[in-house]
Nanobody, 127 residues
Framework: QVQLVESGGGLVLTGGSLRLSCAAS????????MGWFRQAPGKEREFVAA????????YYADSVKGRFTISRDNTKNTVYLQMNSLKPEDTAVYYC????????????????????WGQGTQVTVSS
């Protein structure tokens, strides 16, 4: 099992930047694919970014490609989401998630494949 705690959210102006962090408990962090998802009020949860457990291959939603960067530090059991050029439509609660992928399907962009979730951190982009 792994427990996830997000931090780094807040209020920022359009065009600004934030870096979200997600700290994971346990010694097996390196065995999990990690993902960031977000949910805006009245909308469904959507995929933002993911990073594979072994090679650190990254995946992004088209809406954030070129603006957001996901990274991980396995020595600190932490995954990050650097968000630049923020827009009002990026406003949402951002969730960190972990996928054990025991059947070696590969990194997923589907939230249903992620078994462990953090509590979320609010990001508000004001115009």
């Amino acid at each position: 099992q792994v427990q996830l705690v997000e931090s780094g959210g807040g209020l920022v102006l359009t065009g600004g930047s934030l870096r979200l962090s997600c700290a994971a408990s346990g010694r097996t962090f390196r065995n999990y694919h990690m993902g960031w998802f977000r949910q805006a009020p009245g909308k469904e949860r959507e995929f933002v970014a993911a990073i594979s457990r072994s090679r650190g291959i990254t995946y992004y939603a088209d809406s954030v490609k070129g603006r957001f960067t996901i990274s991980r530090d396995n020595t600190k059991n932490t995954v990050y989401l650097q968000m630049n050029s923020l827009k009002p439509e990026d406003t949402a609660v951002y969730y960190c998630a972990a996928d054990a992928d025991v059947y070696y399907r590969g990194t997923s962009t589907d939230g249903h494949d992620y078994s462990y979730w953090g509590q979320g951190t609010q990001v508000t982009v004001s115009s």
